[in-house]
């Protein structure tokens, strides 16, 4: 059975610590060899099969325009406040030599000339978007093979040229553009250390010993070394999103310290009762290390479920982040008991400097032992849990509306793209786009291209760019660019709107549904919408539609994985209901913030923006799985304390009182890691940060602390009922708990509620 191979597992580990670490160390070192060796660079394809703005990349492809690899701008204007490139003879032959410079530079394939435009006439430069139409802001566009060519140095290349310049000419010089978001360093570096030092002060804290909060670091980190060095591996093989590894990181650390400190937590309650550190480890590993098995296993079964949305880039980026939790799960149970084992009875016992934080912060509460459980129990738990469970009604009906209260903002969500103008004033980017939406509109920033393939109508193309160009919502359009051996044509459209505001995405939306087809009518020809913008809009409108079959299909898994587990109906059908609370409560706060504005000035949000297209599903599957998490937990330390005395009161207050301290330091070193990537620069971070923090600290005090005690207790016995005949179809063994898992660790049988 599972708790007896965890038991043996664990045991081992613990009685050969030195050979298990030695183990991992070189897991570690061939997994870090292997990146170096046959890793590549995160990339991002913001597209999916059977999307339009694909079929236009196709053709954009078959063309052979360059127009689908990566591009930069670098947007200039003159210091002198007074000068234009129209009349200053020096910006104008700045503006040439800057030019020539870039085009020098590895691999670009071509640039925009705004010089040359402005002596072919100054309305030439201005009806090309290469100068704006008071002469201040010139753009030099520059072409760039696709990435699987380029690399980070090309970008360096381009910095630091950028750099040299301003010193040498009178212009003020700014970049921009796709090059940048592939190839700038991902947050996380910083975000990573500040949630470790945070962990490790609210683990101290929680343990008052220096050694119990090194260990679950240590864990950590090591599971994270050999998770993301596999993660590099992977993006050698296949298209890994930018992403990917900091939202890794980002939950493999949350994930791996929360696991760590359960097993810990119940190791040292065993030290407490006098057992043999080795013997400790093994039953911490049987008993904790189970429901840390199978929360695990449900946060990486759902967060394999965004394979429905049929969205490439989402899926792999599940699967690297899957990769980084089953690496923790796999760390909780063979590393981390042989840490337990190397260190021995020391864990049992708190520090000269933990002793005396526990006696200021905790005073007498910190140093009361639970005769039965042999391990430090806070009373005023207890007396929280009994109160709520004395009145569980107004307190299942005031916590139920507060989140349905928080959640009601969601109706308001609006999915986007938050472009170049959502970073902070501080990155060039920021200043670049800042530039090209005064000189030229804020349409610039987010070009629209439709790919053309005539196939014999041969007015087609002259019908499309008068029709386009007829159309509300587009500003300008560029001069059409014909490929003679494919006769496949390219628009460049600017929108009158920026690449984020609803209505691009409404124009993009006429242009498909309207003015295409009237310009194309019922001949041959057929055209497309593509860019970045239109691909977003496509992946965020096909993430929409599959959102429910995900949310289905994760209901459902969570469902039966539960019922699998607890051998009831109404326990998991409870607990998937309170984590969609949970998470809907999040999603509303994350719409408060980067829609409303509402603090967003807190985590060095600059401007309010949409929510990006595929978070809301992302963030589904992961929230739900890392709320299981503490479900799991909590509902088994509440089973074992009903194998115990078979009341169904006692064991709520004394399962939820018992794990309280746990869960609620767990969700603290959560919170923490979370946060710090909130403050990052990049808005999809601070997104994922947010929304991935706020629904942990939900459904840790709220969730847990209030409703689940509230509605189990008004649930009484039925919260274990199971029909009978149910009863006898589900397997007993590995996945189901059965008599046998608690007799492995010298717990009584479950009494169970089964119809008759």
Do not use: C
């Not at 920021?430 to 000189?439: F, I, P, T, W």
């Not at 929108?495 to 609803?502: A, G, I, L, M, N």
């Not at 709320?627 to 937990?633: I, P």
């Amino acid at each position: 059975m599972l708790s007896k191979a965890l038991l043996r597992l664990g045991a081992s580990a613990a009685r050969h610590p030195w050979r298990v670490i030695a183990a991992w160390l070189i897991a570690a070192t061939l997994a870090v060899l292997a990146a170096v060796a046959f890793g590549g660079r995160t990339a991002d394809s913001m597209t999916a099969p059977g999307l339009d703005s694909r079929r236009a990349a196709e053709l954009i492809e078959r063309a052979g325009t360059g127009q689908e690899g990566m591009t930069a701008q670098v947007v200039v204007t003159p210091l002198d406040d007074g000068a234009t490139f129209f009349g200053d003879d020096g910006a104008r032959t700045a503006l040439t030599r800057l030019r020539a410079e870039v085009k020098r530079l590895p691999h670009v394939l071509g640039t925009s000339d705004p010089a040359g435009a402005l002596d072919a006439g100054r309305d030439t430069a201005v009806r090309g978007g290469l100068v704006s139409a008071d002469g201040r802001i010139a753009v030099v566009r520059v072409q760039y093979p696709d990435q699987s060519r380029l690399s980070a140095e090309d970008l360096d290349a381009l910095v630091d040229l950028g750099d040299r310049l301003r010193a040498e000419l009178p212009l003020r010089i700014e970049m921009g553009g796709s090059l940048f978001y592939a190839f700038s360093d991902p947050d996380g570096g910083a975000s990573e250390l500040i949630g470790l030092l945070a962990a490790a002060a609210i683990l101290f804290l929680a343990f008052g010993s220096l050694v119990a909060a090194a260990l679950p670091i240590g864990m950590a980190v090591f599971g994270l070394t050999v998770g993301v060095a596999t993660m590099t591996v992977l993006a050698g093989m296949t298209e890994v999103p930018t992403f990917a590894p900091v939202l890794g990181s980002m939950v493999g650390l949350g994930v791996g310290i929360d696991y760590a400190l359960f097993v810990l937590a119940r190791h040292r309650e065993y030290l407490a009762l006098g057992l043999d550190p080795h013997e400790a480890a093994g039953r911490a590993v049987a008993t904790a290390g189970r429901p840390v098995v199978f929360a695990g296993g449900t946060v990486v079964v759902s967060i394999l479920g965004l394979a429905v949305a049929n969205v490439p880039f989402m899926t792999v980026g599940g699967l690297a982040v899957s990769i980084v939790v089953l690496i923790m799960v796999l760390a909780s149970v063979t590393l981390l008991p042989a840490f337990l084992g190397a260190a021995g009875p020391r864990l049992g016992r708190a520090g000269r400097i933990g002793r005396a934080l526990q006696i200021r912060t905790r005073g007498r509460l910190a140093r009361r032992r639970d005769p039965a459980a042999g391990a430090a129990h806070a009373a005023g738990w207890r007396r929280w849990i009994g109160h709520v469970s004395r009145h569980p009604v107004p307190y299942a009906v005031g916590a139920a509306g507060l989140l349905l209260t928080a959640t009601l903002p969601v109706l308001g969500l609006r999915v986007g793209l938050p472009d170049d103008g959502s970073l902070p004033q501080s990155r060039t980017e920021r200043r670049a786009y800042d530039l090209v939406a005064e000189g030229f509109g804020p349409g610039t920033n987010g070009p629209l291209v439709i790919a053309v393939d005539p196939t014999g109508d041969g007015g087609v193309v002259d019908r499309l760019v008068s029709t386009v160009a007829a159309d509300p919502g587009i500003a300008s359009v560029a001069p059409t660019h014909i490929d003679r051996a494919t006769g496949i044509a390219t628009l460049v459209v600017f929108p009158t709107t920026s690449p984020q505001d609803k209505a691009t995405a409404d124009t993009i939306a006429r242009l498909r549904t309207d003015v295409l087809p009237t310009a194309i009518g019922h001949g041959p020809a057929r055209a497309h919408v593509g860019g970045a913008a239109a691909s977003l809009s496509d992946v965020g409108r096909r993430t929409s539609q599959r959102l429910p079959v995900l949310v289905a299909a994760v209901l459902a898994m969570s469902f039966l994985l539960l019922m699998l587990v607890f051998r009831s109906i109404l326990v998991p059908l409870k607990a998937v209901l309170l984590n969609l609370l949970s998470i809907g409560a999040a999603y509303g706060v994350m719409v408060a913030v980067f829609q409303w504005g509402w603090g967003g000035a807190f985590i060095g949000l600059e401007a309010t923006v949409p929510i990006v297209s595929f978070i809301p599903m992302f963030l589904f599957a992961i929230l739900f799985g890392l709320s299981m998490d503490y479900e799991v937990f909590l509902l088994s330390r509440v089973r074992e304390e009903y194998l115990r005395t078979g009341d169904n009161g006692t064991a709520i207050v004394e399962g939820v009182s018992r794990t309280a301290r746990i869960i609620t330091s767990a969700a603290l070193i959560m919170v923490a890691v979370f946060l710090s990537f909130a403050v990052a620069e990049d808005p999809s971070t601070k997104m994922f940060g947010l929304g991935l923090a706020t629904a942990i600290f939900i459904d840790a005090t709220v969730v847990r602390m209030v409703l689940v005690p509230a509605t189990m207790t008004l649930l009484g016995r039925t919260n274990w009922w199971l029909p009978k005949w149910l009863d006898g179809m589900l397997p007993r063994g590995p996945v189901g708990t059965d008599d046998t898992d608690a007799e492995s660790t010298g717990e009584a049988p479950l009494p169970r509620l089964v119809d008759r």
